[in-house]
């Protein structure tokens, strides 16, 4: 079996909670980002944008999140309020992927927002290569317009996910994988 196929066989999700410290350096940040900008892309259109919080970004995200948060939840607890501002602050980095689909007369937006979730397949596999531990998520606050607009996202963006990135704190676990005759038919 090549190093590749052992690779993919075994690469896992590692929750953010079970992340710290260190995250990439710049270098391997400009890898991981290269690699998320190849991905199939019909038309060469780059149909997807990243937004890096690193730091202090990191917080100040959190702080949008949570105002969103308790602008539609009046009746929040400021524990509550306080889970949503720490969204983005267990990695030391994270990434979002915007879909940015572009008008064209041969290639759908389906297909353009495809891409993007390509490129945060590759952001998370790159991310794994280099021994980080790695997480693709969304969650209520990547479909809240509000949220979107205060990261600067045009009303025709969409979050394609955020991938959080740093060093695991234990191995991942496994879950339960789908059985092929429940997933697979022939045609």
């Not at 891409?115 to 790695?134: E, F, P, Q, R």
Request: charged letters at 25%; glycine letters at 8%.
């Amino acid at each position: 079996m090549s190093d590749v196929i052992a690779f993919l066989k075994n690469r896992r999700s590692v929750k953010p909670r079970e992340m710290s410290g260190p995250g990439p350096s710049p270098a391997e940040l400009d890898t991981i980002l290269t690699l998320g900008a190849r991905v199939p892309d019909h038309g060469k259109l780059t149909p997807w944008r990243f937004i890096v919080f690193e730091g202090d970004a990191r917080a100040r995200a959190g702080e949008l999140i949570a105002k969103g948060f308790a602008e539609k939840n009046p009746s929040a607890t400021p524990e509550e309020i306080a889970v949503e501002k720490a969204r983005l602050m267990d990695a030391p980095l994270v990434i979002a992927v915007v879909s940015a689909p572009k008008a064209h007369p041969k290639v759908p937006a389906w297909e353009q927002e495809l891409s993007a979730g390509a490129s945060c397949l590759n952001i998370v596999t790159a991310a794994t290569a280099l021994g980080y531990g790695a997480n693709w998520l969304t969650g209520w606050f990547a479909y809240d317009r509000g949220v979107m607009a205060g990261l600067g996202l045009t009303p025709e963006e969409k979050l394609a996910g955020f991938i959080h990135i740093g060093t695991a704190q234990r191995a991942p676990d496994d879950r339960p994988r789908p059985a092929f005759a429940d997933i697979v038919t022939r045609f």
